[in-house]
Protein backbone atom coordinates (compact mmCIF):
# COMPACT_ATOMS: atom_id res chain seq x y z
CA UNK A 1 0.00 0.00 0.00
CA UNK A 2 2.91 2.12 0.83
CA UNK A 3 4.42 1.87 -2.93
CA UNK A 4 1.72 3.04 -5.29
CA UNK A 5 1.92 2.27 -8.73
CA UNK A 6 3.06 4.69 -11.06
CA UNK A 7 -0.11 6.53 -12.65
CA UNK A 8 0.01 8.75 -15.48
CA UNK A 9 0.17 12.49 -13.56
CA UNK A 10 1.33 10.88 -10.70
CA UNK A 11 5.28 11.61 -11.38
CA UNK A 12 5.23 15.81 -11.67
CA UNK A 13 8.08 15.63 -10.36
CA UNK A 14 10.05 13.28 -12.98
CA UNK A 15 10.86 16.04 -14.93
CA UNK A 16 13.36 17.57 -11.80
CA UNK A 17 15.34 14.68 -11.11
CA UNK A 18 18.92 15.78 -12.96
CA UNK A 19 21.20 13.30 -13.82
CA UNK A 20 18.73 11.34 -11.16
CA UNK A 21 16.45 10.80 -14.26
CA UNK A 22 15.44 8.20 -16.14
CA UNK A 23 15.95 8.03 -19.22
CA UNK A 24 12.39 7.93 -20.70
CA UNK A 25 12.00 11.96 -19.32
CA UNK A 26 13.70 12.36 -22.48
CA UNK A 27 12.44 9.98 -25.09
CA UNK A 28 8.62 9.69 -23.67
CA UNK A 29 7.76 7.71 -26.39
CA UNK A 30 9.83 4.68 -24.74
CA UNK A 31 7.32 4.71 -22.14
CA UNK A 32 4.93 2.67 -24.52
CA UNK A 33 7.09 0.84 -26.35
CA UNK A 34 10.73 0.29 -25.34
CA UNK A 35 12.00 -0.19 -28.97
CA UNK A 36 10.40 2.70 -30.66
CA UNK A 37 12.63 5.03 -32.47
CA UNK A 38 10.77 8.13 -32.02
CA UNK A 39 9.12 10.55 -33.85
CA UNK A 40 11.32 11.00 -37.32
CA UNK A 41 13.88 14.18 -36.36
CA UNK A 42 14.44 14.49 -40.07
CA UNK A 43 17.91 15.98 -41.33
CA UNK A 44 18.55 12.12 -42.41
CA UNK A 45 21.80 12.06 -44.19
CA UNK A 46 21.36 12.10 -48.36
CA UNK A 47 20.62 9.10 -50.16
CA UNK A 48 23.42 8.69 -51.88
CA UNK A 49 25.57 8.65 -48.20
CA UNK A 50 26.70 5.19 -46.94
CA UNK A 51 27.68 5.08 -42.63
CA UNK A 52 30.95 4.06 -42.11
CA UNK A 53 31.50 4.38 -38.27
CA UNK A 54 29.62 4.79 -35.04
CA UNK A 55 31.37 5.85 -32.01
CA UNK A 56 29.10 6.11 -29.33
CA UNK A 57 29.94 7.36 -25.33
CA UNK A 58 27.31 5.96 -23.25
CA UNK A 59 25.94 6.80 -19.72
CA UNK A 60 25.81 3.74 -17.87
CA UNK A 61 22.26 2.74 -16.89
CA UNK A 62 19.78 3.17 -14.15
CA UNK A 63 21.68 2.39 -10.91
CA UNK A 64 20.90 2.33 -7.17
CA UNK A 65 22.26 4.72 -4.87
CA UNK A 66 25.92 4.95 -3.88
CA UNK A 67 26.76 3.67 -0.27
CA UNK A 68 26.52 7.45 1.21
CA UNK A 69 23.54 8.04 -0.14
CA UNK A 70 22.06 4.76 1.71
CA UNK A 71 24.03 6.04 4.63
CA UNK A 72 21.77 9.19 4.44
CA UNK A 73 18.45 7.86 3.59
CA UNK A 74 19.45 5.76 7.06
CA UNK A 75 19.87 8.57 9.21
CA UNK A 76 16.83 10.40 8.16
CA UNK A 77 14.76 7.20 8.29
CA UNK A 78 16.04 6.60 11.99
CA UNK A 79 15.03 10.48 12.86
CA UNK A 80 11.21 9.39 11.90
CA UNK A 81 11.47 6.50 13.94
CA UNK A 82 12.30 7.89 17.17
CA UNK A 83 9.48 10.93 16.93
CA UNK A 84 6.74 10.33 18.80
CA UNK A 85 3.90 8.52 17.51
CA UNK A 86 1.48 10.89 17.03
CA UNK A 87 0.41 10.25 13.46
CA UNK A 88 -2.86 12.28 13.58
CA UNK A 89 -1.07 15.39 13.35
CA UNK A 90 1.75 14.00 11.51
CA UNK A 91 0.76 11.45 8.56
CA UNK A 92 3.74 12.25 5.97
CA UNK A 93 6.19 11.22 9.07
CA UNK A 94 3.81 7.93 10.06
CA UNK A 95 3.97 6.81 6.74
CA UNK A 96 7.23 7.18 5.89
CA UNK A 97 8.47 5.63 9.16
CA UNK A 98 6.87 2.71 8.74
CA UNK A 99 8.27 2.97 5.05
CA UNK A 100 10.14 -0.20 4.57
CA UNK A 101 13.83 0.55 4.51
CA UNK A 102 15.30 -1.84 1.92
CA UNK A 103 18.42 -0.01 0.49
CA UNK A 104 21.59 -1.24 1.63
CA UNK A 105 24.99 0.00 1.43
CA UNK A 106 26.33 -2.72 -0.15
CA UNK A 107 24.55 -2.39 -2.94
CA UNK A 108 26.78 0.94 -4.05
CA UNK A 109 25.93 2.45 -7.12
CA UNK A 110 25.32 -1.39 -8.45
CA UNK A 111 23.67 -1.43 -11.92
CA UNK A 112 20.33 -1.99 -11.26
CA UNK A 113 18.02 -4.80 -13.36
CA UNK A 114 15.95 -1.80 -15.14
CA UNK A 115 19.66 -0.58 -16.08
CA UNK A 116 20.35 -3.65 -17.69
CA UNK A 117 16.94 -3.49 -20.09
CA UNK A 118 18.09 0.46 -20.47
CA UNK A 119 21.63 -0.85 -22.14
CA UNK A 120 19.77 -4.20 -23.68
CA UNK A 121 17.18 -1.56 -25.31
CA UNK A 122 19.22 1.18 -26.42
CA UNK A 123 21.45 -1.65 -28.12
CA UNK A 124 18.73 -2.71 -29.96
CA UNK A 125 17.34 0.57 -31.14
CA UNK A 126 20.95 2.25 -32.13
CA UNK A 127 20.87 -1.64 -34.45
CA UNK A 128 17.18 -0.28 -36.01
CA UNK A 129 18.68 2.85 -36.56
CA UNK A 130 21.73 2.11 -37.96
CA UNK A 131 21.06 -1.99 -39.59
CA UNK A 132 24.49 -1.49 -42.32
CA UNK A 133 26.63 -1.09 -39.28
CA UNK A 134 25.34 -3.68 -36.82
CA UNK A 135 25.28 -6.18 -39.57
CA UNK A 136 26.43 -9.82 -39.46
CA UNK A 137 30.08 -10.60 -38.61
CA UNK A 138 30.35 -6.18 -38.02
CA UNK A 139 33.15 -6.02 -35.28
CA UNK A 140 32.00 -4.05 -32.10
CA UNK A 141 34.87 -2.74 -29.98
CA UNK A 142 33.63 -2.34 -26.58
CA UNK A 143 35.21 -0.48 -23.66
CA UNK A 144 33.98 0.56 -20.12
CA UNK A 145 35.57 2.16 -17.00
CA UNK A 146 36.88 0.31 -14.49
CA UNK A 147 33.34 0.66 -12.02
CA UNK A 148 30.80 -2.52 -11.97
CA UNK A 149 27.54 -0.73 -13.13
CA UNK A 150 29.58 0.24 -16.33
CA UNK A 151 30.92 -3.14 -16.90
CA UNK A 152 27.29 -4.61 -16.20
CA UNK A 153 26.18 -1.82 -18.77
CA UNK A 154 28.67 -2.73 -21.58
CA UNK A 155 27.74 -6.66 -21.02
CA UNK A 156 23.85 -5.98 -21.39
CA UNK A 157 24.76 -3.56 -24.74
CA UNK A 158 26.24 -6.16 -25.68
CA UNK A 159 23.61 -8.79 -24.96
CA UNK A 160 21.05 -6.59 -26.66
CA UNK A 161 22.63 -7.18 -29.83
CA UNK A 162 22.64 -11.02 -29.72
CA UNK A 163 25.12 -13.00 -31.08
CA UNK A 164 25.38 -11.90 -34.53
CA UNK A 165 28.16 -9.76 -34.31
CA UNK A 166 31.66 -10.98 -34.20
CA UNK A 167 32.36 -10.65 -31.22
CA UNK A 168 32.74 -14.68 -30.51
CA UNK A 169 29.16 -15.72 -29.74
CA UNK A 170 27.65 -13.99 -26.43
CA UNK A 171 30.89 -14.03 -25.16
CA UNK A 172 31.84 -10.48 -23.77
CA UNK A 173 35.36 -9.03 -24.06
CA UNK A 174 34.89 -5.30 -22.33
CA UNK A 175 38.40 -3.24 -22.57
CA UNK A 176 38.93 -1.29 -19.38
CA UNK A 177 39.85 2.30 -20.49
CA UNK A 178 40.15 4.51 -17.31
CA UNK A 179 41.87 7.03 -18.80
CA UNK A 180 39.17 7.75 -21.11
CA UNK A 181 36.00 7.03 -19.43
CA UNK A 182 37.29 8.79 -15.89
CA UNK A 183 39.63 11.39 -17.15
CA UNK A 184 38.82 13.28 -14.19
CA UNK A 185 40.72 10.99 -11.68
CA UNK A 186 44.15 11.22 -14.40
CA UNK A 187 43.85 15.02 -13.76
CA UNK A 188 45.64 16.10 -10.79
CA UNK A 189 44.64 20.15 -11.84
CA UNK A 190 40.90 18.70 -11.87
CA UNK A 191 40.93 17.19 -8.37
CA UNK A 192 43.09 19.32 -6.41
CA UNK A 193 41.64 22.08 -7.50
CA UNK A 194 38.15 21.42 -8.02
CA UNK A 195 36.91 17.58 -6.74
CA UNK A 196 38.52 18.05 -3.07
CA UNK A 197 38.33 22.03 -2.92
CA UNK A 198 35.30 22.79 -0.77
CA UNK A 199 35.85 26.58 -1.82
CA UNK A 200 35.50 25.54 -5.37
CA UNK A 201 32.16 24.39 -4.73
CA UNK A 202 31.20 28.38 -2.61
CA UNK A 203 27.93 28.72 -5.51
CA UNK A 204 26.85 25.07 -4.43
CA UNK A 205 27.40 25.78 -0.69
CA UNK A 206 25.88 29.43 -0.69
CA UNK A 207 22.52 27.70 -2.49
CA UNK A 208 22.02 25.47 0.15
CA UNK A 209 21.97 27.91 2.85
CA UNK A 210 19.94 30.57 0.17
CA UNK A 211 16.46 31.34 0.83
CA UNK A 212 15.05 28.89 -2.00
CA UNK A 213 16.25 26.37 0.18
CA UNK A 214 15.29 27.49 3.20
CA UNK A 215 11.45 27.52 2.16
CA UNK A 216 12.18 23.82 0.68
CA UNK A 217 13.56 22.94 4.30
CA UNK A 218 10.87 24.40 6.43
CA UNK A 219 8.01 22.93 4.51
CA UNK A 220 9.65 19.35 4.63
CA UNK A 221 10.52 19.62 8.86
CA UNK A 222 7.11 20.95 9.38
CA UNK A 223 5.76 18.08 7.54
CA UNK A 224 7.92 15.55 9.38
CA UNK A 225 6.88 17.39 12.71
CA UNK A 226 10.93 17.53 13.23
CA UNK A 227 12.70 20.88 14.23
CA UNK A 228 14.17 22.44 10.92
CA UNK A 229 17.22 21.89 13.03
CA UNK A 230 17.62 18.73 12.54
CA UNK A 231 17.27 18.97 8.77
CA UNK A 232 19.88 20.28 6.06
CA UNK A 233 20.10 20.57 2.48
CA UNK A 234 21.63 16.93 2.24
CA UNK A 235 19.25 15.01 3.96
CA UNK A 236 16.45 16.58 2.07
CA UNK A 237 18.00 16.49 -1.22
CA UNK A 238 18.45 12.42 -0.39
CA UNK A 239 14.45 12.44 0.38
CA UNK A 240 13.90 13.85 -2.82
CA UNK A 241 16.49 11.14 -4.79
CA UNK A 242 14.71 8.42 -2.96
CA UNK A 243 11.72 9.71 -4.98
CA UNK A 244 13.70 9.28 -7.97
CA UNK A 245 15.61 6.00 -7.29
CA UNK A 246 11.95 4.60 -6.48
CA UNK A 247 10.34 5.49 -9.49
CA UNK A 248 13.98 4.82 -12.35
CA UNK A 249 14.77 1.29 -10.47
CA UNK A 250 10.78 -0.06 -9.43
CA UNK A 251 8.69 2.40 -11.84
CA UNK A 252 6.59 3.18 -8.43
CA UNK A 253 5.76 6.78 -6.45
CA UNK A 254 7.05 6.57 -3.85
CA UNK A 255 5.87 7.92 -0.07
CA UNK A 256 8.81 9.47 -0.18
CA UNK A 257 7.26 11.75 -3.18
CA UNK A 258 4.49 13.33 -0.96
CA UNK A 259 6.89 15.69 0.61
CA UNK A 260 7.51 17.97 -2.43
CA UNK A 261 5.83 19.83 -4.81
CA UNK A 262 6.49 20.73 -8.24
CA UNK A 263 8.11 24.01 -7.09
CA UNK A 264 10.10 22.17 -4.80
CA UNK A 265 11.37 19.99 -7.60
CA UNK A 266 12.72 22.90 -9.62
CA UNK A 267 14.70 23.87 -6.85
CA UNK A 268 16.42 20.97 -5.66
CA UNK A 269 16.52 20.07 -9.52
CA UNK A 270 18.94 23.36 -9.12
CA UNK A 271 20.35 22.12 -6.67
CA UNK A 272 22.09 19.43 -8.32
CA UNK A 273 22.25 21.49 -11.65
CA UNK A 274 24.53 23.85 -9.89
CA UNK A 275 26.79 21.15 -8.69
CA UNK A 276 26.77 19.98 -11.86
CA UNK A 277 27.71 23.49 -13.72
CA UNK A 278 30.56 24.13 -11.17
CA UNK A 279 32.30 20.43 -11.23
CA UNK A 280 31.42 18.90 -14.34
CA UNK A 281 30.37 22.02 -16.53
CA UNK A 282 31.42 25.19 -17.39
CA UNK A 283 31.94 26.55 -13.77
CA UNK A 284 36.40 25.89 -14.55
CA UNK A 285 37.48 25.62 -17.72
CA UNK A 286 39.82 22.63 -16.09
CA UNK A 287 36.18 20.69 -15.99
CA UNK A 288 35.83 20.27 -19.79
CA UNK A 289 39.43 20.87 -20.37
CA UNK A 290 40.30 17.73 -18.95
CA UNK A 291 38.05 15.60 -21.39
CA UNK A 292 40.01 16.87 -24.39
CA UNK A 293 42.21 13.01 -23.97
CA UNK A 294 38.42 11.31 -25.06
CA UNK A 295 37.56 14.08 -27.67
CA UNK A 296 40.81 13.68 -29.74
CA UNK A 297 40.55 9.57 -29.17
CA UNK A 298 36.91 10.23 -30.85
CA UNK A 299 38.56 11.95 -33.86
CA UNK A 300 41.43 9.91 -34.14
CA UNK A 301 39.18 6.69 -34.88
CA UNK A 302 37.09 8.90 -37.50
CA UNK A 303 40.46 9.86 -39.32
CA UNK A 304 41.27 6.51 -39.22
CA UNK A 305 38.25 5.60 -40.74
CA UNK A 306 38.55 8.48 -43.63
CA UNK A 307 42.04 7.01 -44.16
CA UNK A 308 40.57 3.40 -44.86
CA UNK A 309 37.89 4.43 -47.12
CA UNK A 310 40.45 6.17 -48.96
CA UNK A 311 42.46 3.33 -49.75
CA UNK A 312 39.06 1.65 -50.41
CA UNK A 313 40.23 -1.18 -47.41
CA UNK A 314 38.00 -2.27 -44.88
CA UNK A 315 37.13 -0.28 -41.64
CA UNK A 316 39.04 -1.85 -38.87
CA UNK A 317 36.26 -0.32 -36.14
CA UNK A 318 32.85 0.38 -37.63
CA UNK A 319 31.35 0.32 -34.06
CA UNK A 320 33.19 1.51 -31.22
CA UNK A 321 30.71 1.95 -28.04
CA UNK A 322 32.32 2.92 -24.57
CA UNK A 323 30.30 3.21 -21.82
CA UNK A 324 31.52 6.07 -19.20
CA UNK A 325 29.24 7.96 -16.34
CA UNK A 326 27.76 11.56 -16.10
CA UNK A 327 30.44 12.71 -15.34
CA UNK A 328 32.50 11.72 -18.45
CA UNK A 329 29.61 12.93 -20.42
CA UNK A 330 29.13 16.11 -19.29
CA UNK A 331 32.77 17.99 -19.46
CA UNK A 332 32.15 16.25 -22.88
CA UNK A 333 29.77 18.42 -24.01
CA UNK A 334 31.02 21.05 -21.95
CA UNK A 335 33.95 21.55 -24.28
CA UNK A 336 31.78 21.26 -27.50
CA UNK A 337 30.12 24.10 -26.20
CA UNK A 338 27.08 22.45 -26.22
CA UNK A 339 24.05 23.77 -23.79
CA UNK A 340 25.93 26.96 -22.60
CA UNK A 341 23.77 29.37 -21.22
CA UNK A 342 24.90 33.25 -21.70
CA UNK A 343 25.30 33.68 -17.54
CA UNK A 344 27.19 31.52 -15.69
CA UNK A 345 24.76 29.64 -12.74
CA UNK A 346 25.10 31.27 -9.61
CA UNK A 347 23.39 30.74 -5.90
CA UNK A 348 21.83 33.87 -6.47
CA UNK A 349 19.97 33.96 -9.81
CA UNK A 350 17.73 31.11 -9.24
CA UNK A 351 14.59 32.83 -10.85
CA UNK A 352 16.67 34.16 -13.98
CA UNK A 353 17.93 30.82 -14.73
CA UNK A 354 14.41 29.08 -15.00
CA UNK A 355 14.91 28.65 -18.76
CA UNK A 356 18.14 27.56 -18.64
CA UNK A 357 20.22 25.24 -21.44
CA UNK A 358 21.93 23.55 -18.73
CA UNK A 359 19.55 21.05 -17.30
CA UNK A 360 21.37 18.32 -16.21
CA UNK A 361 18.41 15.73 -16.53
CA UNK A 362 17.91 16.86 -19.93
CA UNK A 363 21.40 16.27 -21.14
CA UNK A 364 22.86 13.52 -18.87
CA UNK A 365 20.33 11.04 -17.41
CA UNK A 366 20.69 7.31 -17.01
CA UNK A 367 21.60 5.82 -19.90
CA UNK A 368 22.53 9.12 -21.79
CA UNK A 369 24.67 8.41 -24.74
CA UNK A 370 26.33 11.03 -27.64
CA UNK A 371 26.87 9.07 -30.49
CA UNK A 372 29.08 10.25 -33.71
CA UNK A 373 28.30 8.56 -37.22
CA UNK A 374 30.61 9.44 -39.99
CA UNK A 375 29.42 8.77 -43.64
CA UNK A 376 30.81 8.32 -46.91
CA UNK A 377 28.66 9.81 -49.59
CA UNK A 378 29.09 10.15 -53.79
CA UNK A 379 27.73 11.70 -55.93
CA UNK A 380 29.09 15.19 -53.99
CA UNK A 381 29.77 19.03 -55.72
CA UNK A 382 32.87 19.00 -53.81
CA UNK A 383 35.72 16.40 -52.45
CA UNK A 384 35.17 17.84 -48.94
CA UNK A 385 31.39 16.35 -49.09
CA UNK A 386 32.39 12.89 -49.76
CA UNK A 387 32.80 12.63 -45.55
CA UNK A 388 29.92 13.90 -43.39
CA UNK A 389 29.22 13.48 -39.88
CA UNK A 390 25.93 13.28 -37.18
CA UNK A 391 25.83 13.79 -33.97
CA UNK A 392 22.89 12.05 -31.92
CA UNK A 393 22.54 13.08 -28.41
CA UNK A 394 20.18 10.59 -26.51
CA UNK A 395 18.93 9.29 -29.98
CA UNK A 396 18.23 13.10 -31.31
CA UNK A 397 20.35 14.88 -33.86
CA UNK A 398 21.94 17.75 -32.60
CA UNK A 399 22.50 20.88 -34.20
CA UNK A 400 26.49 22.19 -34.95
CA UNK A 401 27.24 25.25 -34.11
CA UNK A 402 29.01 25.95 -37.30
CA UNK A 403 26.56 25.37 -39.41
CA UNK A 404 23.22 25.08 -37.77
CA UNK A 405 22.85 21.90 -39.29
CA UNK A 406 22.19 18.50 -38.17
CA UNK A 407 24.67 16.90 -40.66
CA UNK A 408 28.40 18.80 -41.66
CA UNK A 409 31.09 17.78 -43.95
CA UNK A 410 34.21 15.81 -41.61
CA UNK A 411 36.12 18.68 -43.09
CA UNK A 412 34.10 21.53 -41.65
CA UNK A 413 33.54 20.01 -38.06
CA UNK A 414 37.53 19.59 -37.91
CA UNK A 415 38.18 22.77 -38.64
CA UNK A 416 35.69 24.22 -35.60
CA UNK A 417 37.31 22.40 -33.30
CA UNK A 418 40.60 22.64 -34.36
CA UNK A 419 42.12 24.63 -31.65
CA UNK A 420 41.02 21.25 -29.40
CA UNK A 421 42.05 19.06 -32.06
CA UNK A 422 45.44 20.77 -31.74
CA UNK A 423 46.30 22.27 -28.33
CA UNK A 424 44.45 20.94 -25.87
CA UNK A 425 47.16 18.14 -24.23
CA UNK A 426 45.96 16.42 -21.57
CA UNK A 427 48.91 15.97 -19.77
CA UNK A 428 50.00 20.20 -20.00
CA UNK A 429 46.55 21.08 -18.66
CA UNK A 430 46.26 18.82 -16.00
CA UNK A 431 49.29 19.56 -14.55
CA UNK A 432 49.06 21.29 -11.47
CA UNK A 433 50.78 24.87 -11.23
CA UNK A 434 54.20 25.03 -9.62
CA UNK A 435 53.39 28.13 -8.16
CA UNK A 436 52.06 28.73 -4.53
CA UNK A 437 48.27 29.81 -5.30
CA UNK A 438 45.42 29.70 -3.33
CA UNK A 439 43.31 27.09 -5.17
CA UNK A 440 40.09 29.35 -6.39
CA UNK A 441 43.57 32.07 -7.66
CA UNK A 442 44.41 29.45 -10.26
CA UNK A 443 40.63 28.56 -11.13
Known amino acids: LLLLVLRPGSAGLS ?30 PPATCAPLQLRAVLRHGTRYPTAGQVRRLGELHARLLRRPAESAACPAAATLAAWPMWYEESLDGRLAPQGRRDMEQLARRLAARFPALFAARR ?13 QSGAAFRRGLGPDLSLGGDEVEVEVNDSLMRFFDHCAKFVAL ?36 ELNADLVQVAFLTCSYELAIKNVTSPWCSLFTEEDAKVLEYLNDLKQYWK ?25 AVEESKSS ?5 PLIVQVGHAETLQPLLALMGFFKDDEPLMANNYAKQMHRKFRSGRIVPYAANLVFVLYHCDQVNASKEEYQVQMLLNEKLMSFHHSNETISTYADLKDYYKEILENCHFKEECELPKVNVTAVDEL
Open 313 to 317: KPISS
Open 15 to 44: GYFGTKSRYEEVNPHLVRDPLSLGPSAGGS
Open 139 to 151: RLALASSSKHRCL
Open 280 to 304: RGYGYDINSRSSCILFQDIFQHLDK
Open 194 to 229: VEENDAAMCQVNAFKEGPEMKKVLEKVANALCLPVE
